[in-house]
């Protein structure tokens, strides 16, 4: 991100609510600060966000008003459990050195009620050193027992956050991976299979065992078992409504990967019961409305890959283009590939193929296309069909032979992709409708043999099984939902 546009994009994520009061807190300023911090505030926040700054304003009245902004949101914002434990250590401290025992104990009471409320065993541990050093310096009786006590405390906790920090850390490399390469593998969880649940664990460790083991079932595709082990988790968290209080972007995650294993299930009800928890989820933060968004988003498209949406598939359309320009600057590359790659599979579905045209060309653009391997196969592969139906028949021929060329230096060139470019180009030579028809039928025939493909392969051939459907049927093809190759 260019530095002129911090700024920006810090003002453009506020929302309305946070704007007026950062306006009204230039009142409290000198007059000629409050007049260039609302002249330059009011520039930005009606200003395009994508677009480059025009007039450059004072270097350091932007640096001033960025820090005013960023103090006075601290003033805004509802202080979070965390920011409470801050606060009641540094209340702590500052009252001991005061010589007020009495408040300072109290202080530190409130923050370790506050670290068990959170379940933070890493905070308890560090309080826990700090009420010893209490006890050392206060308590004459009974010493050593309360010091042993506190000890084995510390020790339990010390496990446990152990125990807590491994299945952390083989999450989280699990989850490098899928950023990396977009979609789930087995190779990422060869450390992980080893890593146990004991009598003990801590609730973040029992959230990272589970989310491993919800992947990991992802990664062979027993979305049975994912799907009980997302659903462990929301149990888990439910059960503690201070943390669903505190970390709402939290049950945004936990509700989309259920509902991308419920999906996986078919379990249709259950994806649209996922969908209304994650638009019945707080959304204060514009964090937390984006990645809100980016999950509602693709839980619909992939629905509606199975089964007709309640909506206009135009309606879901609109809303997704929409988002994306609204939340841009907090979509990473990855998520906004496989947004436009799904949008791209339901406006081919729903046989809106100048639109099709459209997203092969952005996704073949994007800076990650040359990554995700199965997205640049089906793109290759739908790519000439979209520009038939679209009627686009000048340069079919030189697009034939560049996915040809395509496939065969990627080593993807086998019988079916051989079939699909062939029938295609009989398709440009035809005459009739007739002849149309009788092609497709051969077609169709042609690929239910048992033409030999790998999985990878799986749903391209069935985008094109579906397609030369359609035409013997003479149906819609969005009439033939739901589609059982759809993911």
Not at 175 to 204: C, H, M, P, V
Not at 221 to 233: M, V, W
Not at 455 to 481: D, M, Y
Request: hydrophobic fraction near 40%.
């Amino acid at each position: 991100m260019k530095k002129n546009d911090r700024l920006r994009n810090l003002i453009n994520s506020l929302t309305r609510g946070e704007q007026d009061f950062i306006q009204k807190s230039f009142a409290l300023l000198s007059t000629k600060r409050a007049g260039e911090f609302q002249d330059l505030f009011g520039k930005l926040a009606s200003d395009d966000r994508h677009k480059k700054p025009g007039e450059q304003n004072n270097v350091s009245v932007r640096y001033a008003l960025r820090n005013h902004i960023l103090r006075y949101m601290q003033l805004y914002r509802k202080p979070s459990k965390e920011d409470q434990i801050l606060d009641n250590m540094r209340n702590y401290h500052f009252l001991r050195k005061k010589g007020l025992y009495d408040q300072a104990i109290r202080a530190l009471d409130k923050a370790i009620a506050l670290a068990k409320e959170l379940e933070e065993v890493s905070w308890q541990i560090i309080l826990l050193q700090v009420e010893k050093h209490r006890v050392l310096e206060s308590e004459r009786r009974e010493l050593s027992d309360k010091i042993v006590s506190k000890n084995q405390q510390q020790v339990k906790l010390a496990q446990q956050w152990l125990e807590e920090v491994n299945a952390q850390m083989q999450y989280h490399l699990a989850f490098a991976g899928y950023r990396e390469q977009g979609n789930w593998d087995k190779q990422y969880f060869q450390q992980g299979t080893q890593i146990t649940l004991s009598e003990n664990s801590s609730f973040y460790a029992k959230t990272y065992f589970w989310s491993l083991k919800a992947a990991e079932a992802r990664a062979e595709n027993n979305y049975a078992e994912a799907a009980s082990y997302c659903k462990r988790i929301l149990h888990l968290w439910r059960g503690n409504k201070t943390l669903m209080g505190e970390f709402p972007g939290k049950m945004i995650v936990f509700n989309a990967n259920y509902g991308m294993a419920a999906l996986g299930t078919r379990a249709f009800e259950e994806v649209e019961q996922a969908i209304e928890n994650l638009e019945d989820l707080p959304h204060t933060y514009f964090d937390w409305e984006a990645e809100r968004f980016q999950n509602i988003a693709l839980l619909k498209i992939l629905l509606a890959l199975e089964q007709a949406p309640d909506s206009s598939v135009t309606d879901l359309i609109d809303f997704t283009v929409n988002g994306l320009q609204h939340y841009h600057v907090k979509i990473n590359p990855a998520r906004e590939l496989t947004l436009w790659y799904n949008l791209l599979l339901l406006t081919f579905i729903y046989e809106r193929f100048d639109e099709s045209q459209a997203w092969i060309n952005k996704i073949i653009a994007h800076k990650r296309f040359n990554i995700r391997k199965e997205i640049q196969y089906v793109t290759r592969l739908i790519e000439p069909i979209v520009q038939y139906e679209a009627g686009n028949l000048v340069g079919l021929d030189s697009l034939l032979n560049a996915v040809y060329m395509f496939f065969y230096s990627n080593e993807k060139l086998g019988e079916f992709e051989k079939a699909v470019l062939r029938h295609l180009r009989k398709l440009t030579d035809l005459q009739s409708q007739d002849e149309s028809s009788v092609l497709f039928r051969k077609f169709k025939m042609h690929l239910e043999r048992d033409l030999p493909f790998s999985e990878t392969r799986r749903l391209g051939f069935s985008l094109c099984h579906v397609w030369a459907t359609s035409k013997v049927r003479n149906v819609p093809i969005q009439t033939l939902l739901p589609l059982n190759y759809i993911e």
